[in-house]
C-alpha cells in the first residue's frame, strides 16, 4: 500500500478536478481529492419541505465536503467491505483524499446501471436487470446497511448482472434511523430508474418491487406513503417540462401502481 500512498501524495497537489482516473502499476485508479465544503444552507428548503409533509426520508443529507467528506467514503467503503458488500478497494487514503481501484478489469467491464438499463434491446432484458439490481439492494439491506446514494448512476453492473456501489461522501445514519436510511435507498432508486422503463413496464416493475419488499411491509407503507404525498405533482403535468419531468412524471406513476399492489384499507 506505500506505493500507493506515495503515488496519492504525489499526485493530488498537481490534480485540478475533484476527481479524475489514472493507470499506474497496470491498474485502472480513481483519486477523489477533499473539494470545497459545501455551503449548508443550500439544503434547508428541502429539509423544511421534508418535514412540512412529514416525509423524514426525503430530509437532505448535506454533504460537508472537504476532509469530513473523505473520511466518511473511506469509513463507509470499509463498513461495507467487512459485511461482503462489493464495493470500489480502497488503495489508499489520507486527509487531503483517497485512492480507490477502478470497479471494472479486463475481463468484466462496468457500466452505470443507468446507462445499462438504457441501452437494454429488448424488455425482458430490462426487466431482468431492474429485478437483479433490486435484489442486490435488498440482500445490503438484509445486512442491516444500507448505501449514501443509491441512484443508478452510482450503482455499476458488469455483465454477469455483479454489482458494485459507489460514491460515500455522506452518511445518512447519522440523521436518520435505519428504516429510514432503507427507505431513502429505495426512493432513490425508484426516482432514478423509473425514468429507464417504458410507461407500459411500470406495471410489472412495480409488482416485482412489492414482491421484493413482501417481508419489510414497514418500509414498503413508508415508500406509498412518500409517493401518496407527491401525487398531486401528476396534476401540474411535469412529463411537458422535458426529460426532467418526465423523470418525475414516471416516478410518481410507479410509486402510484406500487401503492396499487396492496391498497391500505379503507376505513
Known amino acids: 500500500m506505500g506505493n500507493f500512498a506515495d503515488f496519492l501524495n504525489a499526485s493530488i497537489d498537481q490534480q485540478n478536478e475533484s476527481i ?16 470545497e465544503r459545501h455551503a449548508l444552507w443550500l439544503y434547508t428548503p428541502l429539509r423544511w419541505f421534508a418535514r412540512l409533509l412529514q416525509l423524514d426520508a426525503l430530509i437532505p443529507v448535506p454533504n460537508r465536503g472537504g476532509k469530513e467528506a473523505i473520511q466518511c467514503e473511506y469509513q463507509r467503503l470499509t463498513a461495507l467491505k467487512k459485511l461482503g458488500i462489493k464495493t470500489p478497494q480502497v488503495l489508499a487514503v489520507s486527509h487531503e483524499g483517497i485512492l480507490i481501484e477502478d470497479a471494472g478489469s479486463s475481463e468484466h467491464e462496468v457500466v452505470q446501471l443507468d446507462h445499462a438499463l438504457a441501452r437494454a434491446i429488448s424488455s425482458e432484458q430490462r426487466i431482468q436487470l431492474y429485478t437483479d439490481a ?5 440482500s445490503i439491506h438484509a445486512k442491516g446497511s444500507y448505501l449514501s446514494e443509491a441512484f443508478v448512476r452510482n450503482i455499476l453492473v458488469d455483465e454477469d448482472h455483479q454489482f458494485t456501489f459507489i460514491d460515500f461522501e455522506t452518511d445518512p445514519g447519522e ?48 415508500i406509498c406513503n412518500v409517493g ?8 401540474f403535468k411535469p412529463e411537458k417540462l422535458g426529460n426532467d419531468g418526465k423523470r418525475i412524471q414516471k416516478s410518481m406513476l410507479f410509486l402510484k ?11
Open 134 to 138: 433490486i435484489l442486490a439492494i435488498q
Open 175 to 222: 440523521l436518520l434511523s435505519l428504516n429510514q436510511c432503507q427507505v431513502r435507498d429505495w426512493l432513490c432508486f425508484i426516482f432514478s430508474s423509473s425514468y429507464r422503463l417504458e410507461l407500459t413496464e411500470l406495471d410489472q416493475a412495480s409488482a416485482i418491487f412489492y414482491h421484493a419488499l413482501n417481508n419489510n411491509k414497514k418500509v414498503y407503507r413508508d
Open 228 to 235: 401518496h404525498k407527491l401525487q398531486w405533482i401528476l396534476s
Open 20 to 35: 479524475q482516473s489514472y493507470e499506474f502499476n497496470d491498474r485502472k485508479v480513481w483519486l477523489k481529492k477533499a473539494s
Open 257 to 267: 401502481k406500487l401503492e396499487r399492489q396492496d391498497p391500505l384499507p379503507m376505513i
